[in-house]
């Protein structure tokens, strides 16, 4: 691979790949998902780059990222790496110049070949508070996904990213149950870890393993640290461009976006929990999109009003106890 960096030119005789790269990339995420990694971007956005998220979705990137996944899993190395060189084209292509959250922080280390010179952002979290993160919000979405409309979550909904993705971060197939149930042996009356396809403990130790994984792997001149509550300050050091008219909002607050009490990961969850109890009643009523968004509107609503009423008695009844 050859590079020049006002127009990026990348060659591989073996692969018959030449990659045009007009936008190369200034920041590689090798940033967990549930670490503020979309409070980041908009951050990030604000200082003036184009992220590349998990939010991110166009058909040309799920057929890339659905070939990537496939050819690795079945360790055609040849055809990844095309598929590869297809992905670090198409963001160029895009105009991204940073990148986030998974799929692209499960593949640091190849993007840091294409761009040596770029720095690699990781964000940190107490993993304790990831592995609740994780399991409530991300592989609890597995539980429905296996179950009618949906029918399988590693050939239908999600190809076969659903499991590429649980390998990247080192878990075991017996830890692992491919039709998103749980094999965990949790507790039933464990609603958290019970809907969850992958244990507390496993993520706990998985975030241990990635995070020991990048620190030895990105250079330290090159590797930037960041917790969310260090607030602008890192960021702009780090990250301002040089060349730019945006000032740094120092001592403003970074956004805040996609908590697990908000954000299009609860959406995701409402939606698949949706459908497949209105498929359970009737297979057409799953494939009515006003019902299906009524049934997600009527969850949020329900969960405001829990919420508000929380907030509200809440904290009379502390008042009524302290005075007590």
């Not at 055609?76 to 922080?105: E, H, I, K």
């Not at 991300?138 to 590429?164: E, F, I, K, R």
């Not at 297979?283 to 829990?306: N, Y």
Request: glycine content about 4%; proline content about 6%; hydrophobic content about 35%.
């Amino acid at each position: 691979l050859h590079y020049v960096y006002d127009v990026v030119i990348c060659t591989s005789d073996m692969m018959n790949l030449t990659l045009n790269i007009t936008t190369p990339l200034l920041i590689i995420g090798a940033a967990l998902p549930r670490t503020a990694t979309t409070s980041i971007a908009a951050a990030l956005e604000q200082l003036g780059y184009k992220v590349f998220h998990a939010t991110t979705k166009t058909a040309a990137f799920d057929q890339i990222w659905n070939e990537i996944c496939d050819a690795e899993t079945q360790e055609n190395y040849d055809r990844r790496q095309v598929a590869f060189g297809r992905f670090v084209q198409q963001l160029s292509d895009d105009g991204f110049n940073a990148t986030l959250d998974q799929p692209s922080c499960y593949v640091y280390e190849d993007l840091m070949e294409y761009y040596p010179e770029a720095k690699i952002l990781q964000t940190q979290r107490d993993p304790a508070s990831w592995a609740r993160s994780m399991v409530e919000m991300v592989y609890s979405l597995d539980v429905y996904v296996w179950q009618p409309p949906y029918n399988s979550a590693w050939n239908v909904t999600d190809g076969p990213y659903g499991y590429w993705s649980k390998k990247q971060l080192g878990f075991r197939d017996d830890e692992i149950h491919p039709n998103g149930l749980p094999r965990n042996n949790s507790d039933p009356n464990n609603r958290l870890e019970f809907r969850s396809s992958i244990s507390l403990e496993s993520c706990k130790e998985a975030y241990y393993r990635y995070d020991s994984k990048v620190k030895q792997k990105a250079p330290s001149d090159k590797l930037v640290s960041y917790h969310p509550k260090e607030g602008w300050g890192p960021l702009c050091e780090n990250f301002l461009p040089s060349d730019t008219s945006v000032n740094c909002p120092e001592g403003g607050k970074l956004p805040h976006v996609n908590s697990n009490a908000d954000g299009f990961l609860l959406d995701w969850r409402r939606i698949g929990s949706a459908k497949v109890h209105l498929y359970k009643i009737h297979p057409l009523l799953s494939e009515w999109k006003w019902l299906v968004d009524g049934v997600v509107l009527s969850m949020k609503v329900r969960r405001r009003f829990i919420n508000f009423i929380l907030k509200r008695f809440g904290k009379q009844q502390s008042k009524r106890k302290k005075r007590n």
